[in-house]
Nanobody, 117 residues
Framework: QVQLVESGGGLVQPGGSLRLSCAASGIIAIFYDMAWYRQAPGNARELVAN???????NYGDSMKGRFTISRDNAKNTVYLQMDSLRPEDTAVYYC???????????WGQGTQVTVSS
């Protein structure tokens, strides 16, 4: 059974930083593409960043240069370092894992990030 558990969200002032973690269980990390998505109230869920394998990464346009995604396959964990946070980054952030063999996707429960002074 695949389970994704996010942590690290919270309240931060504009310009501040947060580091999100997503611990995965029930997967073999090398077979999975990992990603972070976010959803603000009234908005569609959008891609924040993904890291299909190794060091190759992709980012949403507004996150480039501010966010960094990384993964530790030995720990089955993916991270999202968020710097220079803005109020518009306020959202629930979700971890996503996609099995490249079957295209089955899994989601975490989400962690709230609030950027406000």
């Amino acid at each position: 059974q695949v389970q994704l558990v996010e942590s690290g969200g919270g309240l931060v002032q504009p310009g501040g930083s947060l580091r999100l973690s997503c611990a995965a269980s029930g997967i073999i990390a090398i077979f999975y593409d990992m990603a972070w998505y976010r959803q603000a109230p009234g908005n569609a869920r959008e891609l924040v960043a993904n890291i299909p394998s190794g060091s190759r990464t992709n980012y949403g346009d507004s996150m480039k240069g501010r966010f960094t995604i990384s993964r530790d396959n030995a720990k089955n964990t993916v991270y999202l370092q968020m710097d220079s946070l803005r109020p518009e980054d306020t959202a629930v952030y979700y971890c996503n894992a996609k099995d490249r063999r079957t295209l089955q996707q899994y989601w975490g429960q989400g962690t709230q990030v609030t950027v406000s002074s």
